[in-house]
């Protein structure tokens, strides 16, 4: 029995939202790598201001993990930081979208998860010669700096045409 009409277009238009914060979160972070801001000890990577848009579409949940993986995998990561660094920004996408009524605090699931995530991958994987404290506090301030002040202005600037970007969800 084919699904009505309704349902269908809901799920063609999530599909469609997903690839695109997919593609956007990739391209972003692919660019400022090439500045070398989006890796290594001291991370600047604005692709993370993305990590806002649950709070408008359930869509880039899967849109922003999927993002990171292909960034990652593109940039050279290895195995260790494509899967967990992947793994945090999905869990910093959830904790969006939970925290969705109360948007000035969506960002923080993402500082949090990346914070605690990421500098542990830094140190093992990559071998990092600085301390684990160091490394959580230079992430975390990457964090606070990329998803937190820029999440926040996107915030801002895209309420005001919510409606239109994000009807039919």
């Known amino acids: 029995m084919p699904y009505p009409k309704q349902i269908r277009r809901r799920g063609t238009l999530l599909v469609c939202q997903a690839g695109l914060i997919a593609a956007l979160y990739t391209v972003l972070t692919v660019f400022v790598g090439a500045f070398g801001l ?3 000890v001291i991370q600047l990577r604005i692709s993370e201001a993305l990590c806002i848009l649950p709070v408008f579409t359930p869509a880039a949940i899967p849109g922003l993990a999927i993002g990171c993986l292909l960034a990652n995998f593109l940039t050279g990561c290895l195995w260790q930081d494509i899967l967990f660094g992947s793994l945090a920004t999905l869990l910093g996408a959830v904790g969006a979208r939970l925290c969705r009524r109360h948007p ?6 993402t500082v949090l998860a990346n914070t605690l995530i990421v500098p542990p991958i830094l140190a093992y994987a990559y071998g990092a010669e600085e301390g684990l404290g160091f490394l959580f506090l230079t992430v975390g301030i990457g964090e606070i ?3 937190y002040v820029c999440g926040t202005v996107l915030f801002f600037a895209l309420r005001r045409y919510e409606k239109h970007l994000f009807r039919g969800i």
């Open 104 to 109: 000035i605090l969506a960002p923080l699931p």
């Open 38 to 40: 989006s890796g290594g």
């Open 145 to 147: 700096l990329s998803a």
